[in-house]
């Protein structure tokens, strides 16, 4: 048997098994004279709009490499999870499914105990569209107080460029902020998300003249693995921060953003921060 025959039965047998662990009746089938359990391949077929003998075909390992269309409406049909629909995909096509934009943002306890507990480095949670629903008191004193801003303008993007405050801790704000669009540009395409950011963009565009310009550049950048950021703070002075994001498993729409202290001296002066801020909140 050729790999692409093994590929085929993959699928075939994974579809199958799909299928038999789904109650007829809670799609509206009829659930007597059923020789064997779940949903029957026609009624699959019925429910993806496709051919019920293609859709045989598939489950017996013959029907050839289906579309990312078909493989979408039989994911709709079988009422997959995000991750069985993965990996459909995946045994399908050899590859992940374009990205789906889902808005949420919203943050478990678990979740804002991780960015606590990374105290003194400033850490945030950036949603797909880069709203920023979660930080530490770190990221509070290093980057902005984010809880003194409406919820709709905790946004990074937005920030940047109606932010007089950021706009100054940058020493070299013209660059960041060319890098960061092209980031923003390629990153929201990625998630899905491009339609869901299309009213800020329009919103910078006529708010921020520099936006305007950046964004009409069209260019995109890749966000490399290490970076260092610098910032001048109006208090405490000049920083230097490693820079690095990650992902949060099983929530594509959070990244997880950290800026490590570059240096001791810098790491201990936050620290020292951190803990006469707690004195005198005490």
């Known amino acids: 048997m050729s790999e692409h025959q093994h590929v085929e039965k993959r699928l075939g047998t994974w579809l199958k098994d799909r299928r038999a662990k789904l109650d007829p009746t809670a799609f509206g089938f009829p659930s007597d004279r ?37 493989l979408d409406r039989i994911a709709r049909a079988l009422m997959l999870t995000d991750v069985e629909r993965e990996h459909l995909f995946l045994l399908g096509l050899g590859r992940p499914p374009d990205a789906r934009y889902r808005k949420g943002g919203t943050v478990t306890p678990r979740l804002q105990r991780v960015l606590d507990a990374l105290d003194p480095s400033p850490a945030l949670i950036r949603t797909a569209t880069w709203d920023v629903p979660a930080w530490n008191r770190a990221a509070t004193i290093m980057l902005g107080d984010y809880g ?20 100054a801790m940058q020493p070299d704000w013209e660059s960041m902020a060319r890098y960061v669009v092209g980031v923003f540009r390629i990153e929201t395409t990625r998630a899905g998300a491009a339609d869901e950011v299309t009213p800020l963009v329009t919103e910078l565009c006529r708010l921020s003249p520099e936006f305007h310009t950046m964004w009409h550049e069209n260019s995109v950048t890749e966000a490399p693995v290490d970076i260092v950021k610098h910032i001048d703070h ?5 920083f230097a921060f490693e820079h690095s994001t990650f992902s949060v498993d099983g929530r594509p729409d959070l990244t997880l953003v950290v800026y490590n202290p570059a240096t001791p001296a810098d790491a201990e002066k936050l620290r020292t921060v951190l803990s006469y801020r707690s004195e005198a909140d005490a």
């Not at 077929?45 to 990312?68: F, H, K, M, V």
């Open 34 to 70: 059923r020789r064997t359990p779940g949903l029957r391949r026609e009624e699959v077929a019925q429910r993806a709009n496709i051919s019920p003998t293609w859709y045989t075909w598939l489950e017996q390992g013959r029907g050839g490499a289906p579309s990312a269309d078909v």
């Open 148 to 167: 003194a801003l409406p919820p709709t303008e905790r946004n990074i993007l937005r920030i940047i460029f109606l932010d007089p405050r950021s706009r």
């Open 234 to 238: 109006p208090v405490l002075g000049s």
